[in-house]
């Protein structure tokens, strides 16, 4: 498919960034010869190190806090940032020049991805960044550290995978896909992360695969991240005498993760302290949930283990006379962790959600609810019919609808995202969705070991690059929703009542990277040089729609609207104001982005058409 | 990276890394040596082929010590300070506090000291039997790994028990420094505006 020596895979995350490489000159087949880049960064002012991880954080210094040469990377003089480890650790002392969850923010539809409004709560004098921005920072440093490691294999010549989480919108994608672009990334695909965390299991057995997984299989995917929590079905179907990896649904977006449960802890145990009458400060607080952290780890992982002291060190030099002691005993860790965020809920249960004020709009929108176990059962309630459509497992999604099945059985489940290095958390999963499986009568889920918890998105999306040029099993599935653009309907319209409207799909569910819609019947007049807004819609479970399907009415679950797409046609040839018939395409690029474009009645023209990200939705 | 002429951001790096594995590894120190006298070696050897019947009979010159590097140890100490407030915990003075007192401080030093040492060096044991264990010493150990306590008489091999273990390092990673960096500033004073 290419000659780049490297397949690059790039974890984009929350809270950290990876990157691993396959060497394809020394892998054949299923044997393959996969690393971690150690990327050098600032560690401290002027001090440069190689860590496996870099911190997604940016921070942005004042011109006279750092001496010159602070800044300096191994291949640069010219910055006036840091990112990486330093960013995280100094920002903590200055948050108002820290950007931190920039990928949350790339996401949040409540805001302009591209305006500069990051760090959110900056005093007036610090020059913000967009998220859009921050991102392209992340990105480069990791294409610069690449390149100071890699001088003969330059990286813009390399396979470029770029992970995001399933539940990404189009216009999510679009604008990692755009950040990645400016970043210099030439040749870059995106990949969904659940199914990047399977590809490295995949290739971390070395072939062994098959045997812990047969046809038929429904392998669920639990990833865990810093900031998002992230589901994905996979079925294990046979084509040709060959396993087959079939994507068949994708969560919802849900902005909660391990950060939010360190966070969670550090005010319990703040709230304990000031019952003691200590009032910890901010920067206690930060000291604190980063106790927390660690404290957490050690309880989740030793079960024997009741409590964990823990030491808020004071600011000054004086640490014995001036520390906080205090201690996160079990019984708070299983109310804070095992109860908040993993109850053990039934299959029936939903995630609560509450209407938000309008002040919450200024901040990131995190998950009402917290309980993930609720998340989870909603998922695979809202999928219960997502194999009906899949050849090779309709047989399955009979007998389960026969036997009146009210959730999707998956029968193995893979885990990803440091949380689930404690045992307890991967019992609890594996006990409340074992539950929901015996109540059905169906037999439990199998828990597919061997994952790397840590690693294994930036991992397995270097092993994708490697996939895709024809070695090895790939995951199929496409795009996990069908869109769709309101029209008004032709029904009268009821005076002080919005117009009913109606769902027209421009785009069917699972369409493959490369792949073009139909062209749909129906045509839309379009203002020559003044924007035209459509409201848009995604569904994750309407399988069956196909271009120009004209739905009237929906459930509340089935269409969910997203960012509105606006469509300019130039005024090139036309009189400015004419209004010109077009039909719209859909078209899913190589890199795994979703593109609509406007054609103009009887010629080849095509214009794009853009996603509106500019935080005006009614979402 | 195989650089012919490194930088002198490399070339210091390089010192501190080198400095540390000639302690640490009497195989690379000798290879140093070698490198070292690897000049006048040769233009010995050349002066020895046109005079061959010459003695090379150089009386022996005296030892000449090394000055350590003190960039790397201010480097550790900035370290151990930054993540184990340790300069904080040795500075202090502990009389007047409780041992619970000195405990609770001593948990968060033991911790951020470990994680300290465990990113920036791997250690390992010298002999990797259990302390107590009887070892025999064959002629020619390294007497700079293991050192003879007790009744040294006699000649090898030796027949011993492990009264310690020994720690070695293998592998040195401090992060690299600007040129720029001041490394006498060991945690800079804090000023919250």
Redesign the interface.
């Known amino acids: 498919m290419s000659g780049a020596r490297y397949s690059i895979g790039i974890d984009l995350g929350t809270t950290h960034c990876a990157l691993s490489y396959v060497d394809t000159s020394a892998s054949d087949g299923e044997k393959t010869t996969l690393a971690v880049l150690p990327i050098a960064q600032l560690?401290?002012?002027?001090?440069?190190?190689?860590l496996d991880l870099l911190p997604s954080f940016l921070y942005l210094p004042h011109p006279d806090e750092l001496?010159?040469?602070?800044l300096?990377l191994?291949w640069t003089g010219e910055r006036q940032f840091a990112v990486g480890e330093f960013a995280r650790s100094r920002g903590a002392?200055t948050p108002i020049r820290l950007v931190s969850s920039a990928k949350s923010w790339l996401c949040h539809p409540g805001v302009d991805r591209r305006a500069a409004i990051l760090p959110s709560d900056a005093p007036p004098e610090v020059a913000r960044v967009s998220p859009l921005e921050s991102s392209v920072r992340y990105l480069t440093h990791l294409r610069e550290a690449w390149d100071h490691a890699h001088p003969d294999a330059p990286f813009h010549e390399q396979d470029i995978t770029v992970t995001i989480p399933a539940s990404f919108d189009p216009a999510a994608r679009e604008l990692t896909a755009e950040a990645a672009q400016a970043a210099g990334y030439g040749r870059m695909t995106l990949l969904e992360e659940p199914q990047a965390a399977l590809y490295s299991w995949i290739q971390k057995s070395g072939g062994q695969w098959r045997k812990q997984v047969k046809v038929g299989d429904i392998i669920l995917v639990v990833d865990v991240g810093g900031g998002t929590t992230d589901l994905s079905l996979i079925a294990v179907v046979e084509r040709e005498g060959n396993l087959e990896l079939h994507r068949v649904a994708v969560g919802e977006h849900i902005l909660l993760g391990g950060d939010n449960m360190d966070l969670a802890l550090a005010h319990v145990v703040a709230r304990k302290l000031a019952a003691q009458g200590t009032q910890a400060d901010a920067w206690q607080l930060r000291a604190l949930t980063y106790a927390c952290r660690?404290a957490k780890e050690t309880l989740l992982s030793e079960p024997t283990t009741d409590t964990v002291?823990l030491?808020v060190?004071s600011?000054g030099?004086?640490?014995?006379?001036g520390?906080i002691?205090t201690e996160l005993t079990r019984a708070e860790l299983t109310q804070t962790i095992l109860d908040g965020f993993f109850p053990q809920v039934d299959s029936a249960a939903r995630p609560v959600s509450r209407t938000r004020a309008g002040l919450t709009q200024l901040g990131l929108p995190y998950a009402q609810d917290a309980g993930i176990t609720r998340h989870l059962a909603a998922f695979l309630g809202r999928q219960v019919g997502a194999l009906a459509e899949l050849e090779g497992l309709r047989e399955t999604a009979a007998d389960a609808s026969a036997q009146g099945a009210s959730f999707l059985h998956p029968t193995a489940v893979l885990f990803n995202g440091g949380v689930f290095k404690s045992t307890l958390l991967v019992e609890r999963i594996m006990s409340t969705l074992n539950g929901w499986l015996a109540a059905e009568g169906a037999a439990p889920a199998r828990l597919l070991e061997g994952a790397d918890l840590d690693l294994a998105v930036a991992r397995g999306a270097a092993y994708y690059g490697y996939v895709r040029r024809g070695q090895g099993v790939r995951i199929r599935g496409g795009t996990a929703r069908a869109y769709y653009i309101a029209i008004e309907s032709a029904m009268p319209a009821v005076p002080g009542l919005e117009p009913p409207i109606q769902a027209l799909c421009v785009a069917p569910f699972g369409m493959e990277e490369g792949t073009e819609a139909e062209l749909p019947a129906q045509e839309f007049g379009l203002v020559v040089g003044e924007p035209v807004h459509f409201r848009f819609f995604g569904s994750s479970v309407r399988r069956q729609d196909q271009v120009g399907t004209l739905l009237d009415f929906w459930g509340p679950d089935e269409l969910q609207e997203l960012e509105e797409i606006q469509a300019t046609l130039p005024a090139s040839g036309r009189t400015s104001g004419e209004v010109v018939p077009v039909k719209l395409h859909a078209r899913v690029t190589e890199a795994g982005t979703l593109e609509l474009e406007a054609v103009p009645r009887g010629t080849d023209e095509r214009w794009k058409v853009e996603f509106d990200v500019r935080g005006n939705a009614n979402a | 990276m195989t650089d012919s002429n490194p930088s002198f951001l490399g070339r210091i790096s390089l010192a501190v890394s080198a400095f540390f594995r000639i302690l640490g590894d009497g195989e690379f120190a000798a290879a140093v040596l070698r490198v070292r006298d690897g000049g006048a070696a040769a233009q010995a050897q050349t002066q020895a082929q046109t005079q061959t019947q010459a003695p090379s009979q150089a009386p022996k010159a005296a030892p000449t010590l090394k000055e350590a590097s003190p960039d790397a140890a201010l480097q550790l100490l900035g370290l151990l300070q930054r993540d184990a407030r340790f300069i904080d915990f040795v500075e202090e003075d502990i009389k007047r506090f409780s041992d619970a007192d000195i405990g609770a401080a001593a948990r968060l030093v033991h911790e951020g000291c470990r994680a300290t040492l465990r990113e920036h060096f791997t250690i390992r044991p010298v002999r990797d039997e259990a302390e107590g264990s009887r070892v025999t010493l064959q002629e020619g150990f390294d007497a700079s790994a293991i050192r003879l306590t007790g009744n040294v008489v006699g000649r090898a091999p030796f027949v011993g028990s492990i009264s310690h273990r020994g720690w070695r390092v293998d592998d040195v990673r401090l992060p690299k420094l600007a040129e720029s960096h001041n490394a006498k500033v060991i945690a800079p004073a804090e000023v919250e505006l």
Request: proline share 15%; no cysteine; charged share 20%.
């Open positions: 560690t401290g002012p002027g001090a440069i190190a190689d001496g010159s040469g602070d300096h191994p002392a660690s002291p030491v060190p600011r030099s004086k640490l014995i006379g520390s002691r």
